[in-house]
């Protein structure tokens, strides 16, 4: 009578194991198919939380949900990348390890002269860009790019420009404008900071000719009429800014996106490699990836394989060079 009066439970708990099952072989299938086996992903933000690597692995976490399963994210900050990247050549061979990276890391390799490089790495895919602004306190003289450009020429000391971090994107933008005008990009007058809040300050505070800083991070200074934008360092302007005229529109021959994207350790499989390709490449058209861009402003940057490879080279000698010129490299 007790197996009989159990018999129902027994029925609901078999049925209830075989939908697990399936479900389970379901997901392994999919699995196998756009991802080397079911085994987890984990991603590496080689900064603190909250910056634009730590956004980019997050977000690739929920995009990747679908296709991938459940991925992991984790946090190594540092030195512009250059301490996570030492921590993950570790990972020699492992193809379920991916580090976002971007061009702050390519500076921050150069500049710091790290121990560990990116041929320590497998390059997968630049996925985003986001590109800087040049803007000037809304109280200054200084009306236009040109005006700027004319003082630098006069006399590039005194006019000083307020960014982020020493050798970050904004000091290689500085020094590529320096040497488009006929500069030396080493007497660049460059004020460093570690964020972006104390940049602004430095320049609302009229310590600093000029700011530069990412779009998005400056949009809202923009909108609030406390800045005046200069240029743009895209190669076309801006739906953002469409009355903003890109660098090379006002005369100055210099184009530069922060982009990031993924790497993979170094030693891993051709086939690994491809699986790992074809993943991110899938999830940057998926709905979920779309609309991360809107909603963050990130440019499409998608690009992968032999490209991509070229692309990474040509950017690391491109930074090794100005950075070179201006005496931190």
């Known amino acids: ?64 949900r679908e296709t991938a399963g459940r991925t992991e994210v984790y946090n190594v900050a540092g030195a512009g990348g250059t301490i996570g990247l030492s921590q993950f050549a570790r990972y020699d061979g492992d193809p379920t390890q991916v580090m976002v990276f971007g061009l702050v890391m390519v ?22 860009t986001d590109y800087e602004v040049l803007v000037v306190p809304a ?13 630098m020429r006069a006399d590039l000391p005194s006019v000083s420009f307020s960014g982020g971090s020493a050798g970050g994107v904004e000091q290689i933008l500085t020094g590529l404008i320096a040497g488009a005008i006929g500069a030396d990009p080493a007497r660049v007058n460059y004020v460093a900071h570690s964020g972006g809040g104390e940049a602004l300050a430095t320049l609302l505070s009229g310590r600093a000719t000029a700011g530069v800083s990412g779009v998005s991070e400056m949009m809202s200074q923009i909108k609030a009429g406390t800045v005046r934008p200069l240029a743009v360092s895209s190669a076309q302007r801006l739906p953002s800014l469409p009355d903003v005229p890109t660098l090379r529109e006002a005369g100055v021959d210099v184009e530069l996106s922060n982009w990031r994207g993924v790497v993979a350790p170094d030693g891993i499989s051709p086939e690994d490699e491809a699986a790992l390709e074809k993943l991110i490449t899938d999830m940057t058209a998926s709905a979920a990836w779309r609309q991360t861009l809107e909603d963050r402003g990130w440019g499409d940057a998608t690009l992968t394989g032999p490209e991509f490879e070229r692309f990474l080279e040509d950017e690391q000698r491109r930074v090794a060079d100005v950075l070179a010129r201006m005496g931190l490299a």
Not at 54 to 64: I, P, S
Not at 107 to 128: C, Q, Y
Not at 139 to 151: F, G, N, V, Y
Request: charged share 20%; hydrophobic share 45%; proline share 6%.
């Open 1 to 64: 009578m007790r197996w009989r009066s159990t018999m129902p439970y027994a029925a609901a708990a078999l049925v209830a194991v075989l939908l697990v099952a399936t479900t389970l072989a379901g997901r392994g299938e999919q699995a196998d198919a756009g991802f080397l086996h079911g085994r987890q992903l984990r991603l590496m933000a080689p900064a603190a939380p909250g910056g634009g690597w730590d956004q980019t692995a997050r977000e690739m976490q929920a995009a990747l």
């Open 107 to 128: 500076g921050a390799i150069e500049s710091d002269d790290a121990p560990v490089r990116l041929d320590r790495t497998t390059p997968l895919a630049r996925l985003t």
């Open 139 to 151: 109280d200054s003289p200084i009306r236009s790019l040109a005006e700027l450009t004319d003082r």
